[in-house]
């Protein structure tokens, strides 16, 4: 199998029109758009899961800050790097509350625009709820826009604490300038002690403009993980049935644990590896380098 090393940061597409980005002649049609399905499936993983870091991060930060500085007021706010972090009431006993995440309006940083987070309950709480809403929040491309829910199930009594993320009507801006609708859920688990993001359970689905569809889970073994030391997954497999016609027509498989040449396994890395395979054509199979997106 000839190795086609290519770049693909996440959620910029311009590297895929290079023509190294070209299969050989000789290599079988896929069936499907290679370049454009795994520019739109990047970005179909890695919005909504930056939505949900930022605000699981902010909840978690404000909470602990507030502890941190015995803060009892009505209104107080942090700055976490560009971000400035409004929570009202700004204590631990009251809620709901409301934190609001201002991106401010620099279009040189990755967002732009707000963020609004209505907590019902101390999230370490099983039932408590973070409704999230957006305004003008907006992504490279896209304006992040849907329904988005945190559940906390609370401690699992092994020192983690379960939630439930789930996404409705969410839309982005993908390959060529097209749209794409999805919807989805994430199951995540955060160590205390280590502060360590797991992801336990993924599943989105999403058409774009052309009517493919994407269907993304993680496997049962090689979870996701995210470090409290590193902005990447440096671990764990994602995959994505590419659907046409209601057929399923290929697949590509994240690998955040890829291992580069001279590097070492499950180190914090901004290295990474898309397997592309074809249901059509079976001799297919092609891999291609990509940059993970940078979680802040």
């Given at each position: ?8 940061p ?15 002649a ?6 499907y ?11 179909i993983?890695e ?8 605000a699981d991060r ?8 507030i ?12 700055k976490i790097?560009y ?11 009251t ?7 201002d991106f401010?309006?620099?279009t ?5 625009g ?11 709480t ?8 957006f305004n003008?929040l907006v992504t490279g491309p ?6 988005d829910?945190i559940?906390?199930?609370g401690?699992n ?5 379960i ?20 919807d989805g ?7 205390i002690?280590?502060?360590t993001s ?9 058409t ?11 496997g049962k ?11 990447y997954f440096n ?14 027509t290929g ?10 040449s001279?590097s ?9 590896a898309?397997?592309a ?7 297919y199979?092609?891999f291609y380098?990509?940059?993970?997106k940078?979680?802040?």
């Amino acid at each position: 199998m000839k190795k086609l090393l290519i770049l693909l940061p996440a959620l910029v597409i311009m590297c895929f029109a290079f023509n190294r980005c070209l299969k050989d002649a000789k290599t079988p049609d896929p069936g499907y758009n290679v370049v454009e399905s795994g520019t739109n499936a990047t970005q179909i993983l890695e919005a909504p899961l930056d939505v949900y870091l930022q605000a699981d991060r902010a909840v978690r930060y404000q909470r602990d800050s507030i502890i941190a500085k015995g803060i009892k007021q009505s209104t107080f706010t942090f700055k976490i790097g560009y971000i400035s972090l409004t929570v009202s009431p700004a204590d631990t006993v009251t809620f709901p509350k409301t934190v609001t995440l201002d991106f401010g309006s620099d279009t040189s940083n990755t967002y732009n625009g707000k963020m609004i987070i209505k907590v019902s309950g101390p999230m370490r709480t099983a039932g408590s709820y973070s409704a999230i809403t957006f305004n003008n929040l907006v992504t490279g491309p896209s304006t992040i826009t849907g329904n988005d829910t945190i559940f906390s199930y609370g401690n699992n009594g092994t020192g983690s604490i379960i939630s439930h993320f789930n996404m409705h009507g969410g839309q982005l801006v993908g390959y060529g300038k097209k749209a794409i609708t999805y919807d989805g859920r994430y199951f995540g688990k955060f160590d205390i002690s280590t502060r360590t993001s797991h992801i336990d359970s993924l599943a989105i689905v999403a058409t774009d403009a052309s009517g493919v569809v994407y269907k993304l889970s993680n496997g049962k073994t090689y979870h996701p993980n995210l470090a409290p030391t590193c902005n990447y997954f440096n671990s764990g497999v994602i995959n994505t049935d590419v659907w046409i016609n209601n057929v399923q027509t290929g697949e590509l498989v994240f690998d955040y644990g890829y291992v580069a040449s001279g590097s070492a396994a499950y180190v914090c890395d901004d290295l990474g590896a898309i397997y592309a395979m074809s249901y059509v054509n079976k001799s297919y199979q092609q891999f291609y380098e990509f940059i993970p997106k940078s979680f802040h």
